[in-house]
């Protein structure tokens, strides 16, 4: 895939900020869930799956990216979701548009139905591919190991060093892909993790695990320890959001016209915000994670 570009935003809040803008990869608006899908169906492509199964919520970007990436394919695409989250949003409906059959069950039947919808869907014939929630696992870790050697070159083009990189980590794929490419060039620099849902010790865990994962024993748990950061301040709750996320919102849209949304970009840049208040003079890097849709779903809500 091209480089997203990294956009120069100037001064801001004591510090100097830059914008990686994932959300203009050209698939599906964009997006962390773009980026880990191209790598998913390289696997599918390169083998003889015809169907995908995977889930999450009604606002799932992860879910309308890969329903379209089926629908373009002619692939079956199978998403079960949980009845608590599944208000209609632009992303539900591009998934009904991307002709996605969904299944909506209580949260603690959703392992469950996973598991037969895949028997079922064998004993039927088909070959399926399972992919997890958010695109979490080994694969999605990839891509954004991928990213941050982008990332490198792009400092060494643009002449900057960045002293600290912030984003939303949820299932923290994007979060450890970072952190294991950071290990893997061995740089120094803070990578800070915004968490937009869970809490720690919980959330810097899973982080930790797939570190592990991915990097087996080419990494020593001290370093992975060391480098992993993960900050549960400022959440609401999965997709709440709040007064003070949604008027950071409009300010960024009015003065820079970048989008972002109150469950995870919008969230992660107040974290950012507020951290910037105890740094100064640094090259700080953001990156936007994509979630385009719910800024929509947000407009919507305001009327
Ligand atoms: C899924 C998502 C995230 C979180 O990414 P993880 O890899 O699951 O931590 C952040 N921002 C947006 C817009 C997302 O859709």
């Not at 979490?136 to 060494?156: D, K, S």
């Not at 994007?174 to 937009?196: P, W, Y």
């Amino acid at each position: 895939m091209n480089k997203t570009i990294i956009q120069d935003l100037g001064e801001y809040s004591g510090n100097h900020l830059w914008i990686k803008r994932e959300d203009l990869i050209p698939f599906s608006f964009g997006g962390n869930k773009a980026r880990k899908a191209e790598l998913f169906f390289r696997e599918i492509d390169s083998s003889d799956y015809n169907c995908v199964v995977t889930y999450g919520s009604s606002s799932s970007n992860h879910c309308r990216v890969i329903s379209n990436e089926c629908c373009r394919r002619g692939l079956k695409c199978c998403i079960i979701s949980p009845e608590e989250a599944s208000e209609p949003t632009f992303n539900s409906y591009m998934m009904e548009l991307f002709g996605a059959e969904m299944k909506t069950v209580p949260v603690s039947e959703v392992h469950d139905t996973i598991e037969d919808t895949l028997r079922r869907l064998r004993e039927d014939g088909y070959r399926p591919f399972f992919i997890e929630g958010g695109g979490h696992g080994n694969t999605g870790t990839e891509a954004y190991v991928q990213c941050y050697r982008e990332i490198v070159e792009q400092e060494q083009e643009l002449g900057v060093h960045f002293d600290h990189i912030f984003f939303a980590s949820g299932t923290g794929t994007t979060h450890a892909g970072l952190v294991a490419g950071q290990l893997l060039n061995g740089d120094e620099r803070e990578i800070i993790g915004i968490s937009i849902a869970r809490k720690n010790p919980r959330g810097r865990d899973v982080v930790i695990d797939s570190l592990r994962s991915y990097l087996g024993d080419r990494v020593s748990e001290d370093e992975i320890q060391k480098k992993t950061v993960f900050i549960d301040e400022y959440v609401t709750g999965y997709g709440k959001g709040s007064p003070e996320v949604t008027a950071l919102i409009t300010d960024i849209l009015k003065r820079y016209g970048i989008s972002l949304d109150p469950t995870y970009t919008g969230l992660a840049f107040r974290g950012m915000t507020e951290y910037m208040k105890n740094i100064s003079g640094k090259n700080v890097l953001f990156i936007h994670t994509g979630g385009t849709p719910l800024f929509f779903d947000l407009l919507r809500r305001k009327e």
